[in-house]
């Protein structure tokens, strides 16, 4: 059973009655270019605010496209991601430091989120930035997302449960608050990632599946396990139907909802709910 922290700030992330939480990463724009779904921000922004998300990712120079909408929700919380890369690079894998926690405190963040890839070439690097930014982290109370993934020029293991175990224990040994990998593929191999730390696992959607109907099974698989929520972006702001997935996905997670039902509810397309 994960736990989460006293933190307040954290507590505002997490849907009070689940315990457990529906977040957006939207900060593909550095490593990717221009990603469909995110031209405009804004737009997407609102398209989300109100369906159930807890919570979006954001660089802190499109916190200004986002604020407006958020401000308007008390249920949505903003995080800003502190590391970024670009697909252009020599090694895509190596994620800098763009931002410090105080830079995202003064753009209104309610938690910050960081990025490591273990196996990479700089893997120590990233590391040593991690411990650091959980350190200023501990210091100012703010929530830490780590989102830690096994990739390096050695390594063909993304659905490895021995190395996503490993990207979760590092997560939890470091300061994070609560961490994100890759879902493995079936709820025996998860549940035993899940059951590595005593922090709240969260998995990452990666590229664009063949159906909103594969998302919701993916994310129902990994709750059965004992997952504690998702931080899915390209599956979300990329589909054609944002608004209703959204609330198909945040049934499942804070109603309980079965695959079936949330796929019924998004064909529906049922009237907008609270999930507060």
């Known amino acids: 059973m994960a736990h989460l922290s006293n933190n307040p700030r954290l507590r505002y992330l997490f849907n009070r009655r689940s315990g457990r939480t529906f977040i957006v990463p939207m900060d593909h724009g550095i490593s990717m270019g221009a990603v469909p ?3 405009d921000m804004h ?5 989300m605010v109100g369906t159930g998300i807890n919570g979006i990712v954001v660089h802190k120079g499109l916190v200004r496209s986002v604020a407006p909408v958020l401000s308007r929700s008390a249920d949505v919380g903003l995080i800003v991601h502190l590391c970024g890369s670009t697909t252009q690079a020599p090694d895509p894998n190596e994620k800098q430091l763009v931002c410090t926690v105080q830079e995202a405190l003064a753009h209104g963040a309610d938690g910050v989120s960081i990025h490591v890839n273990i196996g990479a070439v700089t893997e120590g690097r990233m590391l040593r930035d991690f411990a650091e930014v959980a350190e200023q982290c501990h210091a100012l109370n703010v929530p830490l997302l780590a989102m830690v993934y096994a990739r390096g020029p050695k390594l063909r293991v993304q659905f490895s449960e021995t190395f996503n175990a490993h990207c979760a224990r590092i997560g939890y040994e470091l300061g994070a608050d609560f961490v994100k990998v890759v879902y493995t593929g079936s709820r025996e191999s998860f549940s035993r990632v899940v059951k590595s730390v005593p922090i709240p696992v969260l998995i990452a959607g990666g590229p664009r599946m063949s159906s909103d109907q594969e998302v919701l099974q993916m994310v129902w698989e990994s709750l059965d396990a004992g997952g504690s929520g998702l931080s ?5 702001f990329g589909s054609e ?5 959204c609330r198909a996905l945040a049934g499942i997670l ?7 039902d949330a796929v019924d509810q998004l064909h ?3 009237p907008r709910r609270s999930y507060a």
């Open 43 to 47: 737009k997407t922004a609102e398209q």
């Open 37 to 39: 779904g995110l031209y």
């Open 241 to 245: 139907n944002v608004p209703d997935l």
């Open 268 to 270: 529906a397309r049922s």
């Open 232 to 236: 899915v972006g390209r599956n979300v």
């Open 254 to 260: 804070h109603e309980g909802l079965s695959v079936a």
